[in-house]
Structure formats: C-alpha cells, structure tokens
C-alpha cells in the first residue's frame, strides 16, 4: 500500500505550534512525554504489586477451550492496557506477538468518523452537507442524506448487516460491498441503495453508512492532502507506524472495516481520545469533537433496526450509557457510565474509561459469543485500582 510520511509528527507538531495562537495550547492536555514512537513501560513495576488480579485476567481471557481450530471459547489475540500513559500490561496468544497487525474489523468505523472531525476543523466538511455536495449518488433522493446522517447511522437505507449467521449471503448488503459486486466502487454500490427511512428519522447499524462517509471524505480531501490522507491527517501524526488501510477498486479506503494495526497502535488512537482529541500537546480534533461523539445520538432515541441492549452509539463509538426515554440500563453495568469503545467483528475493541484514565485493547478471533466485554474490562479495573 502506497503511504505519505512527508511530515514526521514531531515536525507537525512544531509546525502546528508555530500556526496556533498561544490559547490553543492551553485547550489540551499536557503531557511532558507522548507515545508517539513508543508507550513508557510499567508493565514489570505492575505485575510485583497486582499478581492475583492479573493471574484473574488472563484465565478469563486467555484460556482457550479445546483445540484452536474447533474456533470454541475465548479467542484473544492481543490484549493491552495503558494506565495513565503508561504501558502496565500486554500479552498476546494464537501466534500473535506485538510486531504483528491484526485486522480491526468495524473499530475502522471510529477511526473514520475521527477523520470527519480532522476534515471539518480544516473546512473541508460540514455536518450538514449533502453528500452529493462531494459524490455522486447513484439515486438522486439520496442526496438529501447529509454528513451528520452518515456519522449517526441514519442514511435511512435500507442495508443488510447481515454476517456469517444472518441468512443467506446473497441478501447481505454487507457481504457484496466488501467481497461481491460493491467491492469495485463501494460509493456508487451504497448509494444504489433505495431508501426505507428519510434520512435522520432512524437508527441502523451499517457498514455501508461508515464506508460511503470515507467516499466522502476522499473526495473533499483527496484534492488537496493527497491520496493518503487518512495517513498524513491521523495515523502518522499519532505514530502508527504499522497501520495500514485497505481500498476499494477506485482506491477509496473501506471507512467500516480494513484497518489493520499493532495492539499498540491501536492504543494510540485510545490515548488520542482520552485526551480530548490532541497530540504532542497540539489540537488535531476539533474542540467538542469528542464530547459530541461520544454522546447518545439523536436517530437511536426515535426509532432503530435490530438494535440489542447493549448497542447504544453516538458518532460511531459504543457507548456505556442509557438511551434517555428508550433504555435506562447501562450496557456494560460493572464498569463506569461514560466509558466508550470502538469496537469490531469477531471481538476487536479498542475501550477508553475517562474517569480511570484507562485504555483497554483487545484483538481476537471470538466465534460462539461467549465473551463478555462488560466482564473483560471490570477484570482490567482490578488491575489499575488505586494504581498512582
């Protein structure tokens, strides 16, 4: 894959701080240290003092049932924590080690909708343009779907997520855009789709909504920042040396799904948010961004598709929170309301918990829906308890 490392991070960082007046430093948290090039380690200084806590965590997550091929049980591939900026646990299983990328499945969704927050604090989007403003639309009533519908999952198609275990793969919308006849031009294959809501009346889980937003993205960006625009924009300012993105037959990144990362890389992306959307003490996200994306969205309040209990989203991230007037219960009850997750197929997840400046990075290979996340992260909390 074709990558643009023009400008190393450091260097942007000293660009940007030359560009930004003095107030914008203090609008970010300060840190004497980043992980851009690599995490500090405490991972030794953790394990003398929470043995018993991590020998818990691992026999949950790490204990496969019967032989590997049966594909039973638990499946984890790689599993991080970083606790106040610092490294305090890794281990990996299934032949993975930490020089290894995995595929990210849909936790690329949240990677995208950071993107469109990077794209409107350079005025190259706004929440309410239509995406015909950018692309073409196969069907002309789907130029009324906006930006803000995208980020939201409330284009209003009528998409099948359907999976291995959803019906028959012909059916899935899914399917034949990333492996059947969309896989060619992903925007002209979503944006074929008819309508069965008017766009921003309701809520659907949907690959293609986060796949058409990178279409959009491309072509708003494309023009002035290049061909690897998600590189030289995010993952090379955050020092994610190992990411790469695959593309469709026009050479579009696949905004929902093929991200492929190290574990602590990924991390980094979790650190980003966790401190409000900045980088080597500079803004790259816009003010707010991250509050407003990880706020209940609007859509799933009014009316959704398929949604389960523990499905609440604001711009593309799992939320730990109620639906106000739809659900009161938290979907993960063991762990603080306001945690966040991007999370993927197959048990990928990438969980930010503010209150505990925690971040958890989970990659794996679950098949039979026997992992519980909400358990996974109550399990890491014990590790960090009253850690300084």
Same mark, same amino acid.
């Given at each position: 894959?074709?990558?643009?490392?023009?400008?190393t991070?450091?260097?942007? &960082?000293? &660009? /940007?701080?030359?560009?930004?007046?003095?107030?914008?430093?203090?609008?970010?948290p300060?840190? @004497?240290?980043?992980?851009? =090039?690599?995490?500090? +380690?405490?991972?030794? =200084?953790?394990?003398?003092?929470?043995?018993?806590?991590l020998?818990?965590? =691992?026999?949950?997550?790490?204990?496969?049932?019967?032989?590997?091929?049966?594909?039973?049980g #638990?499946?984890?591939?790689?599993?991080?924590?970083?606790?106040?900026g610092?490294?305090?646990?890794?281990?990996?299983?299934?032949?993975?080690?930490?020089?290894?990328?995995?595929?990210?499945?849909?936790?690329s969704? @949240?990677?995208?909708?950071?993107?469109?927050?990077?794209?409107?604090?350079k005025?190259?989007?706004?929440? +309410?343009?239509?995406?015909?403003?950018?692309?073409?639309?196969?069907?002309?009533?789907?130029?009324?779907?906006?930006?803000? %519908?995208?980020?939201?999952?409330?284009?209003?198609?009528?998409?099948?997520?359907?999976?291995?275990?959803?019906?028959?793969y012909? +059916?899935?919308?899914?399917?034949?855009?990333?492996?059947?006849e969309g896989?060619?031009?992903?925007?002209?294959?979503?944006?074929?789709?008819?309508?069965?809501?008017?766009?921003?009346?309701?809520?659907?889980?949907?690959?293609?909504?986060?796949?058409?937003?990178?279409?959009?993205?491309?072509?708003?960006?494309?023009?002035?920042?290049?061909?690897?625009?998600?590189?030289?924009l995010?993952?090379?300012?955050?020092?994610?040396?190992?990411?790469?993105?695959?593309?469709?037959?026009?050479?579009?990144?696949?905004? @929902?799904?093929? /991200?492929?990362a190290?574990?602590?890389?990924?991390?980094?992306?979790?650190?980003?948010?966790?401190?409000?959307g900045?980088?080597?003490?500079?803004?790259?996200? !816009?003010?707010?961004?991250?509050?407003?994306?990880?706020?209940?969205?609007?859509?799933?309040?009014?009316?959704?598709?398929?949604?389960?209990?523990?499905?609440v989203?604001?711009?593309?991230?799992?939320? %730990?929170?109620?639906?106000?007037?739809?659900?009161?219960?938290?979907?993960?009850?063991?762990?603080?309301?306001?945690?966040?997750?991007?999370?993927?197929?197959?048990?990928q997840?990438?969980?930010? #918990? !503010?209150?505990?400046? /925690?971040?958890?990075?989970?990659?794996? +290979?679950?098949?039979d829906?026997?992992? @519980?996340?909400?358990?996974?992260?109550s399990?890491?909390?014990?590790?960090?308890?009253?850690?300084?």
């Amino acid at each position: 894959m074709s990558r643009s490392r023009a400008m190393t991070p450091l260097f942007l &960082a000293g &660009a /940007l701080a030359l560009a930004q007046p003095a107030r914008a430093q203090s609008e970010c948290p300060t840190h @004497s240290t980043w992980p851009t =090039e690599d995490w500090p +380690d405490a991972r030794a =200084e953790v394990a003398a003092v929470r043995a018993e806590q991590l020998k818990a965590l =691992e026999d949950y997550a790490f204990t496969l049932q019967g032989k590997d091929e049966e594909r039973k049980g #638990i499946r984890t591939d790689g599993l991080l924590l970083i606790h106040k900026g610092r490294l305090v646990y890794e281990r990996y299983g299934r032949g993975f080690d930490a020089s290894k990328r995995h595929l990210a499945w849909s936790m690329s969704k @949240s990677f995208t909708s950071a993107l469109v927050g990077i794209a409107m604090k350079k005025g190259a989007v706004k929440l +309410d343009d239509s995406i015909c403003a950018h692309v073409k639309a196969k069907r002309q009533e789907n130029c009324a779907i906006t930006v803000r %519908n995208l980020l939201e999952f409330a284009s209003g198609l009528d998409w099948r997520e359907d999976y291995e275990n959803g019906g028959t793969y012909q +059916d899935s919308s899914v399917l034949a855009m990333l492996y059947g006849e969309g896989r060619r031009d992903m925007v002209s294959f979503i944006t074929a789709h008819q309508r069965s809501d008017e766009p921003g009346t309701s809520w659907r889980y949907s690959s293609g909504d986060a796949t058409l937003l990178a279409g959009v993205l491309d072509a708003a960006l494309k023009p002035s920042e290049g061909r690897d625009w998600p590189f030289t924009l995010l993952l090379d300012v955050l020092g994610m040396k190992s990411a790469t993105w695959e593309r469709d037959g026009k050479g579009v990144v696949v905004g @929902s799904s093929y /991200l492929h990362a190290t574990p602590r890389d990924l991390a980094k992306f979790g650190y980003f948010y966790l401190n409000d959307g900045c980088w080597e003490n500079q803004r790259v996200l !816009p003010e707010g961004w991250v509050t407003d994306s990880t706020k209940v969205s609007e859509p799933i309040r009014r009316k959704s598709y398929e949604r389960g209990a523990d499905d609440v989203q604001g711009w593309q991230w799992w939320l %730990n929170r109620p639906i106000p007037g739809v659900q009161a219960e938290l979907p993960w009850p063991h762990v603080p309301e306001g945690t966040y997750a991007a999370r993927g197929h197959w048990g990928q997840s990438i969980t930010i #918990i !503010p209150s505990k400046e /925690l971040i958890v990075v989970r990659t794996a +290979d679950d098949r039979d829906g026997s992992f @519980s996340l909400d358990r996974l992260l109550s399990l890491s909390l014990e590790v960090v308890e009253d850690l300084p």
